[in-house]
């Protein structure tokens, strides 16, 4: 690890007792750097090193993925793999949006009827003419 590695390790958030942390379990700075970019934080890649720490212990040099020793498929897996039904979901949704339609048409058709004045009777053209010239003087 170089000046320049431990700055960038700084930039990206992580404090010296970290980045220690990290020197002293062989972690390469470019694997923390990366972690850090894809919004892992040091507790997180900490966890990741605990959790490859029952397994083998990580090298510098030997960043490879551990092959799994079980079978390529399991047995509730068999058979061919179930395919979407676009069609069958298009059509789902264009009458969804149909019945939606028809339930907006409804509410606005029982909104234009509503009275919305308060309760108050309408006032005649005679009655608000009065109120008008009552009010000017």
Do not use: C, W
């Amino acid at each position: 690890m170089g000046l320049a590695d431990l700055i960038k390790l700084g930039a990206h958030g992580f404090k010296p007792a970290e980045i220690k942390q990290f020197k002293e379990k062989g972690i390469s700075t470019d694997e923390v750097i990366r972690l850090s970019e894809n919004g892992y934080s040091a507790a997180d890649i900490n966890e990741l090193i605990a959790l490859d720490g029952a397994g083998e212990q990580v090298q510098p040099g030997n960043m490879e993925p551990v092959k799994s020793q079980g079978p390529a498929t399991s047995p509730d897996n068999e058979g061919e793999p179930d395919k979407a039904d676009y069609k069958k979901e298009a059509e789902n949704a264009q009458k969804e949006a149909e019945e939606l339609k028809k339930k907006l048409a409804e509410a606005q058709a029982k909104n234009s009827v509503r009275d919305l004045s308060g309760g108050a009777p309408p006032k005649s053209a005679r009655e608000q003419v009065q109120e008008a010239f009552r009010t000017l003087y």
